[in-house]
């Protein structure tokens, strides 16, 4: 087992709801030292209601986004941003269509682009053009995946394509009419792209992520668990409930 330096910060919230008004307070703070933040934006249903916490001050008048960037982790590769599973979709129902972001400030990875591996290489040069990432906001797969970062990922990896494990595209059906349907790869920030993050929030919901907590929370850091290289981070809030 690798020697364990982590300085990752744990809170443990009562609730979901919780914990998304906690995730969402420190991208308000963010927001309100700098009006000019780069945020980058995870999907899935952990972050859902932090976006909520998120629409509610901007509706309130409490924050604008104007001036503000984003970059998503990951899309699939294969269907195109109207189709409802994708993540280009997801973000617009759940935040963008909500909030005052400018259009061309919001940057979701083109999983229906014809050069992938261009697309990749030009994300990352994106990023760093906007200054690089103030706060990366995560979930976490049950196989401990960032982004669609899978086990065996080397930490080394800037945005780059990805086949899908069985088990996260089984974890993912929900969003698909069936099994057949759910997109064999994807394009996402790599592991590098994410640690080059200055500040990095992940949440961590519900039962079925109790052995993916356990195994972050031991502190062992190996790419058999995507999520453990976060343990060289040197700003890392993990916000947790519903596990012990
Ligand atoms: P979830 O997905 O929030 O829907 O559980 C997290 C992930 O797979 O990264």
């Known amino acids: 087992m690798a020697s364990v330096n982590t ?8 609730s979901y709801e919780e914990m998304s008004k906690m995730g969402a307070a420190i991208f308000k703070e963010q927001l309100k030292q700098v ?3 780069v945020f980058g934006m995870a999907t899935g249903s952990t972050p859902e209601g932090l976006y909520k916490e998120l629409v509610k001050a901007y509706e309130a008048g409490e924050l604008s986004f104007a001036e503000a960037k984003s970059f ?15 993540y280009h979709y997801f973000m617009d129902e759940n935040l963008f269509a909500h909030i005052d972001m400018k259009r061309e400030n919001i940057h979701v990875p083109a999983g229906s682009s014809e050069d992938i591996e261009k697309t990749a290489t030009d994300y990352d040069a994106a990023i760093a053009t906007a200054g690089g990432i103030d706060i990366q906001l995560l979930g976490i797969g049950v196989n401990g995946h960032i982004g669609f970062n899978e086990p065996g990922t080397a930490f080394e990896l800037g945005t780059n394509v990805v086949e899908l494990t069985q088990s996260t ?4 059906q929900i969003y698909f009419d069936s099994i057949d349907d ?13 640690m080059n993050a200055k500040k990095v929030v992940l949440l961590i919901s519900g039962a079925s992520k109790q052995e993916a907590y356990e195994r972050l929370h031991s502190g062992e850091i190996t ?6 290289a976060l ?4 700003d890392v809030t993990v916000i947790y409930t519903g596990v012990k």
């Not at 790419?223 to 453990?228: E, V």
């Not at 343990?231 to 040197?234: A, D, E, P, Q, S």
């Open 7 to 14: 300085n990752m910060k744990w809170i443990e919230a009562a």
């Open 35 to 37: 009006k000019t933040s």
């Open 72 to 86: 998503n982790l990951d899309e699939y590769i294969g269907i195109t941003p109207e189709n409802k599973a994708s």
């Open 169 to 172: 595209r089984e974890a993912n």
């Open 182 to 194: 759910v997109p064999t790869h994807a394009i996402t920030m790599g592991i590098q792209t994410i």
């Open 223 to 228: 790419t058999d668990f995507p999520a453990s």
């Open 231 to 234: 343990h060289n981070h040197k």
